[in-house]
């Protein structure tokens, strides 16, 4: 019968747990463990048990952790359930209560040296992480990068890949217009480096190369980087959001793609993200001088601040400028607008590509055009108010870094 209730329990149960004080171990592992009652609890005699490690753990970081104190080491002993005997019925969900003296050789160490103030330490930090994460998903929702339903897949898992997540996401992001860029990027990325700098001041995120990582970030305001930018942010929105990751896990993939963006790595990063790296170029153009740029920007002899030269910042047009450069075109050429783009280096070199066809007209047709525009008291007072414009038709092929600046008039 007894080599019955043993098996039984046994089956039941794969093992329980018990937590004492480290210097309570050598004589447990002697004596064994024997029945007592809570100086400071009502409760029964017995030697209380937890029936899983997430059990223990939850106690130890909420009540059981409040009767230790922060001060000593503990050790977690797991205990054969062969080795109890009658268990009391009155005991919570979570525990055990062997009503009788457990014998040591059903006793052995499942971790030693743990240490309460650690514990709770981790505890804090893993509650500001929930509060800040918290923080981030509603901004998130309220500024329409997530909906309701995105975060609730998030957090089931069902939205689990980061590439489906980012191609979600993304998916008209080839059609859209430099200010749909400038307006999704721009305000993710000032969230995201708050986001990332309370991380640091809390002490959830090392601040190993803080202001690098920072800078290298940064770089997705420029004109140059801010397709990259808005493939790259949504990405991490993922990473942050998740609900599936363990705060350790979360942390160390913030922190190594950090540096690998630092790093101007930009085949690893995508790697980690799990994002392809030949689609990222395509749509963003290339990333070779990435790295390039990014010491520019750390050269303490000789910096090149972002927003000048070649990594100017990323910024709308004013609307009232486009329709003007819009009427002018038509005006003075008599020729509908198609569509209008901005390179990436100066917010003031315009390409106005006409809703024609060159190749329909005659050979001179092109330099037709040239002449009566840059001949026009339209274009001189866009000249001296600062704007160079360029006019082209719709066959011509353009700077693949270009960027669209206006829907589709036609």
Request: charged content about 30%; glycine content about 6%; hydrophobic content about 40%.
């Amino acid at each position: 019968m007894k080599l019955l209730l043993e098996n039984w329990r046994e089956y039941l149960n794969d093992s329980y747990y018990h937590i004492t004080r480290s210097e309570n171990v050598p004589l447990i592992m002697k004596d064994g463990l024997l029945p007592s009652k809570p100086d400071d609890m009502q409760d029964v005699e017995g030697v209380y048990l937890f029936k899983s490690i997430t059990a223990a753990e939850d106690a130890l970081m909420n009540w059981l952790g409040d009767r230790f104190g922060e001060e000593g080491k503990l050790t977690l002993l797991k205990v054969d359930p062969r080795g109890v005997g009658e268990v009391d019925s009155s005991a919570a969900g979570f525990e055990a209560i062997s009503i009788s003296k457990i014998d040591p050789q059903f006793i052995s160490v499942e971790q030693e040296g743990i240490s309460t103030r650690l514990l709770f330490e981790n505890w804090r930090t893993q509650q500001s992480w929930y509060s800040l994460q918290g923080e981030l998903k509603e901004w998130l929702v309220s500024e329409s990068y997530l909906t309701a339903e995105d975060v609730k897949l998030i957090e089931e898992g069902a939205i689990s890949d980061i590439s489906s997540f980012v191609k979600r996401k993304l998916t008209a992001a080839k059609a859209w217009t430099y200010e749909k860029y400038v307006s999704y990027v721009k305000p993710l990325l000032n969230k995201l480096i708050g986001f990332i700098k309370k991380l640091k001041e809390k002490g959830i995120l090392k601040k190993y190369r803080a202001r690098f990582e920072i800078e290298a970030i940064r770089l997705f305001s420029t004109k140059k980087y801010i397709k990259l930018g808005a493939v790259f942010l949504t990405a991490m929105i993922k990473v942050m959001t998740s609900g599936l990751l363990e705060l350790p896990q979360i942390l160390e993939k913030i922190q190594k793609v950090l540096g690998l963006v630092q790093d101007g790595a930009w085949a690893s990063a995508a790697d980690e993200l799990g994002l392809p790296f030949e689609e990222i170029k395509i749509l963003v153009g290339g990333l070779k001088g990435f790295g390039k740029d990014l010491k520019k920007t750390q050269d303490i002899f000789s910096p090149e601040k972002i927003g000048q030269g070649d990594l100017e910042l990323a910024e709308m047009l004013d609307p009232e400028i486009i329709k003007m450069i819009q009427e002018s075109a038509e005006s003075v050429l008599e020729i509908p607008v198609h569509k209008m783009y901005i390179q990436p280096n100066s917010k003031k070199h315009i390409t106005v590509q006409l809703g024609t066809n060159s190749e329909e007209h005659a050979p001179s047709f092109m330099s037709i055009v040239q002449n009566r525009w840059t001949s026009s008291d339209e274009c001189i007072r866009l000249e001296k108010m600062g704007y160079k414009i360029n006019v082209s038709t719709i066959d011509r092929e353009l700077d693949v870094h270009d960027y669209l600046i206006t829907k589709e008039v036609l």
